[in-house]
C-alpha cells in the first residue's frame, strides 16, 4: 500500500499544465528504462516537458520537440525549474 500513496502524493503536487522533466536516478532503476532504448535523449532529463494528463499513477508528456508524447510514471517526473 505505500506505493500507491507515494504517487499520490506526487499526482497532488505535479497537474496537468506542469512543466516537468524526467528525474535521471529514478527513470534509470525503472522497469520501463529496461524496456527502453539504453542510452534515453538528453531532452527528457533536461525538460522542459508539459503534463497533458495524470491517470493512475501515470502522467503524460508532451516535450517541445517533434517526437511523440509519452507516458510515464509520476514519481519518475519532478518539477521543471
Known amino acids: 500500500m505505500a506505493e500507491t500513496s507515494a504517487p499520490a502524493k506526487a499526482t497532488a503536487a505535479l497537474k496537468k499544465g506542469a512543466l516537468v522533466r524526467v528525474n535521471r536516478h529514478a527513470f534509470s532503476s525503472s522497469t520501463e528504462a529496461a524496456a527502453s532504448d539504453p542510452s534515453p535523449p538528453d531532452y527528457i532529463f533536461e ?4 503534463l497533458l494528463a495524470v491517470k ?7 516535450w517541445r520537440m517533434p517526437v511523440p508524447d509519452v507516458w510515464l ?9
Not at 493512475?56 to 508532451?62: A, I, L
Not at 510514471?73 to 525549474?81: A, C, G, N, V, Y
Open 73 to 81: 510514471r509520476i514519481d519518475q517526473l519532478e518539477p521543471f525549474s
Open 56 to 62: 493512475e499513477g501515470y502522467g503524460q508528456v508532451r
Open 47 to 50: 525538460g522542459p516537458g508539459e
